[in-house]
């Protein structure tokens, strides 16, 4: 089984890609405990402030991996730079291969969005040689978990966020409602934040109308991932 979250289908595609050559699923990261009995686990995630998004890291907490054989990988799909980050999860277990896969960069409110063709390019080369990997059971390590992936992970904007993001030009269509992977979002005549959010900007990128803002992300372009239309990353959390 490959484990996934997924913001703006970087990871989800990546998870595909790698289930396919592997002959097993992709199910959904969510804040639900899971126990798997497979011999292959991999948990495929985008990198958030040098580590794993918080419900990645509680949902690894608290996976339980009944096969002491399984063979578990964690490949973090980057925006470029997260060396290490997919080492955060051998806290709770022993990964046999970690990787970091580059790819285009959805963290608007700091940077503008790379979806270039080179940026696809590589991140395609990277996935096939981390299949490669994975289908020879290969070992890797892929760097470290240092003092300075956590110092950069404790600046990750908290659940109580999305008090801060600001709303104009909302049509009240609800699609960001739909979006949200943690169900954080109620739409009346505009979105109604929860407090329990993982700032994964899912909700800023599937709003239609760019009506959702945080830091420097206003008149920026909006990412989904060419091969995941929204309404497969909608399905995918609520399967
Ligand atoms: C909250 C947040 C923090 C991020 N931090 C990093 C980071 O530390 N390093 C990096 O290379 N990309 C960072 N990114 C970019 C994403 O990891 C990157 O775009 C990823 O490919 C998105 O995958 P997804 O489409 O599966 O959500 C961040 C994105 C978000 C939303
Ligand atoms: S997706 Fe955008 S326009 Fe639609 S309800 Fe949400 S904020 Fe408003
Ligand atoms: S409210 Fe937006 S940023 Fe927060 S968890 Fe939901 S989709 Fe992600």
Redesign the pocket.
Known sequence: MIYCFSSTGNSLHTARRIAEALGTQVAPITPEPATCADDIVGLVFPAFFWGAPTVVEAFARTLNITNPQAYVFAIVVSGGSAPGAANSLRRWHKLAYCAELKHVNNYIPGYAVNNEPDVHANAQAQLAQIIADLNACKTQRAGFYTPLNRVIRRAMPGPASDAKFS?S?????????S?CPVSN?T?DT??QFAHRCEHCLA?MH????A??NYGKSAGKARYLHPDVPLAQLIAFYRQ
Request: hydrophobic share 45%.
């Open positions: 709303i030009g909302c049509t009240g269509c609800g699609i960001c409602a979006a979002i739409v505009q979105p909700c599937a709003c239609p109308a009506a959702i």
